[in-house]
Nanobody
Framework: QVQLVESGGGTVQAGESLRLSCTIS????????MSWSRQAPGKKYESVAR???????????TSVKGRFTISRNNTGHRINTVYLQMNNLKLEDTGVYYC?????????WGQGTQVAVSS
């Protein structure tokens, strides 16, 4: 089993930055992907950053490319932390952000953290 707890959400003004954190604990070995997704009111659930733990490469959709960066702190076999650095935030970045991992083809999610961007 894998447990994920997100933190770092809040309310910021457009143009500002925010860093989200996700503490991952449990069966860390075998996690192939770590990612962040978001759910905005009235919009589809969207992946905003995905990191391969095998190749250590990341992918981003056009909507956030150049503004968002995913990274991880590999502190051990039982705890990892994955971050989402969000710069130059826009109103459309508002939503609930979820940390996800995939282990052996099975996905795990955290409870989400709210990000609100105001003008």
């Amino acid at each position: 089993q894998v447990q994920l707890v997100e933190s770092g959400g809040g309310t910021v003004q457009a143009g500002e930055s925010l860093r989200l954190s996700c503490t991952i604990s449990g069966d860390i070995p075998g996690i192939n992907y770590m990612s962040w997704s978001r759910q905005a009111p009235g919009k589809k659930y969207e992946s905003v950053a995905r990191l391969s733990t095998i190749t250590n490469t990341a992918d981003y959709p056009t909507s956030v490319k150049g503004r968002f960066t995913i990274s991880r702190n590999n502190t051990g076999h039982r705890i990892n932390t994955v971050y989402l650095q969000m710069n130059n935030l826009k109103l459309e970045d508002t939503g609930v952000y979820y940390c996800e991992v995939e282990r052996g083809g099975v996905p795990f999610w955290g409870q989400g953290t709210q990000v609100a961007v105001s003008s």
